[in-house]
């Protein structure tokens, strides 16, 4: 494929994409999905949600105090 015609496509392929109307007759390509195998759901989804969420709200906590603790000496309270 020369480079003039693969530049000629892209220009072809630009045009039709920026005008609106054209853009809204084309046929959108239908997407093909695939379900997921039950060994990959397993992986992806936890055996407890409950769990955990629990368990992230306790690293969250975890990380707000580092950061407080991690405070310059002259920006902590004189209480």
């Known amino acids: 494929m020369l480079p003039i015609s693969c530049n ?20 959108k390509p239908k997407r093909r999905t695939n379900a997921f195998l039950s060994e990959t ?14 368990e992230d709200v306790d690293e969250q906590e975890d990380l707000m ?4 603790s991690d405070e310059e000496p002259w920006m902590a309270s004189s209480d």
Do not use: K, V
Not at 9 to 27: M, Q, V
Not at 43 to 49: F, G, I, S, V
């Open 41 to 54: 759901l397993e992986m992806l989804l936890p055996d407890d949600p409950e769990t955990l969420l629990a």
């Open 8 to 27: 000629y496509d892209i220009f072809n392929r630009w045009l039709l994409s920026s005008d609106p109307f054209i853009t809204g007759i084309r046929p």
């Open 65 to 68: 105090l580092e950061s407080f």
